[in-house]
């Protein structure tokens, strides 16, 4: 009973005008009205992958799974089930460590703080050949968090801060509930766009110079290592999409080659990337304008859509430049004038109606996704832990795996250094020595200026599939969830050089031989555990 109550009330409550949409009745694993009904080669139906903003793995799990009581005395985290495997945290680095700083623990009275420094280059210079030693002269912000009290006197020290299960606590209890991977690392270096494309594609060469652009200070060589002689690149920055009418007045790029879109359409799956604050508030001529904006907790209004956060968007035969809503509700996760884009709105419409598509990518308003000057870690956890009561809710459930993972770690200090398993010499490239990080000889696909491994991120399954309360260890990416995608639909590779050849699996945080019956719902604002149903 209360997971079909669960299923209105969360409806209502996701301000998405839930309450006019009639559900239709819930169809069977991946079977659509138009004939998709391919197979897959697990359990798995339905992938959600939710993708949030800027945090390493030490600023959300450094400590896990041991929390200290707010300020206020108050605590939110209830403590490690027994037999809770440690993860590679700071441990004794709190106390002794090689940075100017020492690691501190960011109270949840700090949930709002300002964007580190998180480019491609700066990143490099923090990571010093390894030590890990050089974040707060690298990646804190040249001021620190001067225009926050608390933070201000930190200074350039701020970047060491890391949160615990008294802030980040439903994060920690979906950990204990399923499964996290502790070793687990963005694709490359630097910020956002990077991070998105390699979540599609694997893949951040390729840039087309011909329909690029520069802003009014011509500085697109900075977002896009320009290759010599010719008119291609690669993204290093967060260029906007070039075909995208709520692009800013930016630097914008766009790329050639294939991402998964072409390779779910090749096979007829149903897809979509939702994002928060994609429909239009006007248009003009036919030209989009994004001026949506949603609401912190603390009351601020902030502007819900980013362009340079929709890595489809710099596609040609992938992007919906004029943010066209889909003809009707069927459409959604099928061909149509949205070209798989839509408004996040849309999912919660879809999934209600029984129309869950069978891979689906979730981007929150900027208000929820977590990047530190514009969300925070609870409003985050708002976003997150609705979405995932909301899904808990269906009937789909049982067949559906959600990743979440991050686009970039904001530089926020992570001790643990990734393998180097594709290097660059370029200008921006600073690791190993100036110009140089690993064997630029050897990159994927010969192509430059996407040097990685890079900083260490969070990446956590919550699945009927998932192991409970474990810790994996395998070496994984950002492309990772696209490897499991590929496999689990026959899609076969990107290829040009894509990561996804030689991204980590995620199958060990599954049991597909054991579905769990359970489903663990939480307090949207606490973040703590409200009920555990049984099947």
Not at 282 to 301: F, M, P, Q, Y
Not at 309 to 323: A, K, L, V
Not at 374 to 402: C, G, H, M, R, Y
């Amino acid at each position: 009973m209360i997971r079909k109550n669960l299923r209105w009330l969360l409806a209502g409550i996701m301000a998405f005008n839930l309450a006019t949409i009639t559900p239709g009745s819930a169809y069977a694993g991946n079977k659509h009205p138009d004939g998709d009904d391919s197979k897959t080669d697990t359990p798995i139906k339905h992938v959600v992958v939710i993708f949030q903003e800027n945090v390493s793995f030490d600023h959300y799990f450094g400590t896990y799974p041991t929390a200290q009581p707010n300020l206020d005395k108050s605590v939110y985290f209830s403590g490690a089930k027994s037999g809770t495997p440690a993860v590679n945290g700071l441990q004794e680095l709190i106390a002794t460590n090689p940075n100017s700083a020492k690691p501190f623990r960011l109270d949840r009275s700090q949930a709002l703080t300002c964007d580190m420094n998180h480019d491609y280059t700066p990143e490099q210079l923090a990571f010093d050949q390894g030590l890990m030693d050089k974040f707060p002269e690298n990646t804190s912000p040249a001021n620190g968090c001067s225009s926050i009290p608390s933070l201000a006197p930190l200074k350039s020290g701020v970047v060491m801060g890391y949160y615990d299960g008294n802030t980040v606590t439903a994060l920690w209890n979906y950990a204990q509930y399923f499964a996290m991977n502790d070793n687990s690392y963005g694709t490359g270096f630097g910020p956002s766009t990077p991070g998105a494309l390699n979540l599609i594609s694997g893949e951040t060469g390729g840039a087309d110079l011909v329909n690029s652009k520069d802003d009014a200070f011509g500085d697109l060589e900075n977002d896009v290592y320009m290759v010599p002689n010719t008119e291609t690149g690669t993204v290093i920055g967060d260029a906007d999409p070039f075909f995208d009418d709520c692009s800013g007045a930016f630097d914008r790029t766009s790329l050639t080659g294939q991402n998964v879109g072409d390779l779910l359409n090749a096979k007829r799956i149903t897809w979509g990337w939702f994002q928060g604050g994609f429909t239009p508030t006007s248009v003009t001529n036919g030209i989009a304008t994004c001026g949506a904006k949603t609401t912190r907790l603390d009351g601020v209004s902030v502007a819900a859509y980013s362009a340079h956060h929709n890595p489809f968007e710099y596609y040609s035969h992938s992007s919906n430049q004029h943010h066209l809503p889909p003809a009707n509700l069927e459409e959604v996760g099928r061909d149509g004038q949205a070209m798989h884009q839509y408004d996040l709105s849309f999912f919660f419409k879809a999934a209600a109606a029984g129309r869950l598509p069978a891979v689906s990518f979730l981007k929150a308003n900027r208000a929820q996704d977590g990047h530190p000057s514009n969300s925070t870690p609870l409003d985050e956890q708002q976003f997150l832990v609705t979405t995932i009561n909301f899904l808990q809710s269906l009937d789909e459930w049982k067949e559906t795996a959600v990743f979440i993972l991050w686009d970039d770690s904001d530089g926020w200090y992570d001790h643990q250094l990734g393998e180097i398993i594709n290097g660059s010499s370029t200008k921006f490239d600073a690791f190993t020595a100036p110009g140089q990080c690993g064997n630029g000889a050897g990159a994927l696909g010969g192509i430059q200026a996407r040097c990685g491994y890079g900083p260490r991120l969070p990446f956590v399954l919550v699945s009927p599939y998932a192991k409970k309360n474990f810790v994996d260890r395998t070496l994984t990416d950002q492309t990772s969830p696209l490897h499991f995608i590929e496999d689990n639909w026959d899609l076969g590779r990107i290829g040009g050089g894509s990561f996804d050849a030689i991204s980590g699996s995620v199958l060990n945080m599954f049991d597909f031989s054991h579905r769990r019956h359970e489903r663990v719902f939480l307090d949207d604002i606490t973040g703590q555990v409200v009920t555990i149903e049984s099947e």
